[in-house]
């Protein structure tokens, strides 16, 4: 009998004790550190995936768009869910079907399987993201919130390290399939965790769920994606004014005004768009769809670059990224005390300033560019990211009660989901957009009576004679290919060269509601003194 009564009063105890917080915090870290760490790992594996499968970037790039457009429409959903069942049951739930969809992942035979599975791991990360920050929200005061969410952000940094570098090696010593396995025995040490450490939170059960929102909501996102993702694609003949491209749009416009109306009608919408009547969190979220959009819009395009046209190897493109998530974890912690003790417009405009640069030196990538040229701009891209994203993130939900926190942080989330969900759509499709325009630029270049061509082909025959043998037109034949293809590599970069640069200019622009973010500082000196 006494052991039976010991049990609980020393497992209640643990909830009493001050490092209680941080145990969680820690335990929340382990989630995060696999919901982000299956964007950055997947990246380096799309290459093979796409030799594997046979299929083309605009198809492949649907494993990266379903994981984040699923995300962003389960989001919301979490919040009703942690406020009706629990916060521990919700977040145990994301981590269960994340799990889940890694294992089924790691098992698919063709891109459609895949597609289908990265849907269920994308419905587990959307629980794991919101729930897990309203979590340490809850458990820190106001004033400690800027320093845990910044170890907090630490997890997020060391998945966008370790993931390319350790999904490259897997990918390379076995398969594509390994960078879903590695992602299970994570998953049911953070299960088990979860279980035994976290207390339950319960807030408003009675608050009904809105089913209407909930389903225009994803008309809305699922139509519109797939409107902007295949305008350019290659079966897509009509383009964007083919039956296909205006029905996706009619029905996502049609979707849009039933999701405003029910959401701004009924007493418990599904999205409480009145909480973006914070000024603050109203201009964060704005905020972070322009970062979205610019930064998963063009995240999966470095690690096919290095691979298709500078011939690196999936883990020497993963090794590539490594310094990213180092520099972040570092500067994460940092920033979260700046904004605990200065203006957090201040990192955040650093952090904006790092992150434009860092896309905008890719503007000029070619066949030759050096190894030093492509680390520069990550090295960069670390402390901007490091800088921006914990003191927006503290910013944002600062000023929103206990009571309205799920609701806050899974919309927040969404945001920068559903940006991102965008950004591969529209860049994906300027990329195509910009590969057909320069393949036919550099193609009406090559003057096929000019000496240089003459010249260049002559060499070319007597490499094609050495290295595959064969005579005649047959050599002649071969010579030309390797011409066409020359042309082909270096429009698709001068088309990846054009996403960078498009994504610097969309990032620049997130210094705009920048300047409208209002900073209380007598109210923070108040927190700090309770």
Known sequence: MANKTNIPLSYANLHNQPYYKWIVL???MIGTFMAV???????VGLTKMMAAFGTSVDKIEWVLTAYLLVFAVVLPSSGWIADHFGYKKAYNLGLFLFTLGSLLCSLSTNENMLIAFRILQGAGAGFIMPVGMAIITMEFPPKQRGTALGFW?????????????????LIDKFSWHAIFVINVPIGIIAIAAT??????YETDKSRPFDLLGFISMTLFLVFLLLALSDGNAAWNTGGWTSGFILTCFFISFISLVIFLATEFSIKNPIVDLRILKNRNFGMANIMLFIFGLAFFGNAFLLPIYLQNSLGYTALQAGLVFF?????QAVMSPVAGWMTDKLNPKIPISIGIILTFFSMYLYKDLSLYTEYGQIMLPLVIRGFGL??????LSTIAINDISKEKMAQATGLFN???????????????????QRVIFHTAMYSEAVNTSSTAFQQTLYGLKHFVQQSTGGAGNEV????????VQNVINQAFIQGIADDFLAGAVITILILIPLFFLKYNKKKRDTQVME
């Open 37 to 43: 760490l299956d964007i950055s790992i997947v990246n």
């Open 26 to 28: 820690a335990n929340v």
């Open 476 to 483: 002649i034949l071969r010579a030309k290919a390797l011409i």
């Open 386 to 391: 490091g800088f921006m994203f914990i003191p």
């Open 153 to 169: 952000g630490v997890a997020a940094a060391a998945s966008i390290s370790l993931g390319p570098m350790f999904g490259g090696y």
């Open 195 to 200: 279980l035994i450490i976290q207390r339950e």
């Open 414 to 432: 969404t945001i920068r989901q559903v940006g991102g969900s965008f950004g591969v759509a529209i860049l994906g499709s300027l990329l195509t």
């Open 323 to 327: 310094p990213i998530g180092i520099i």
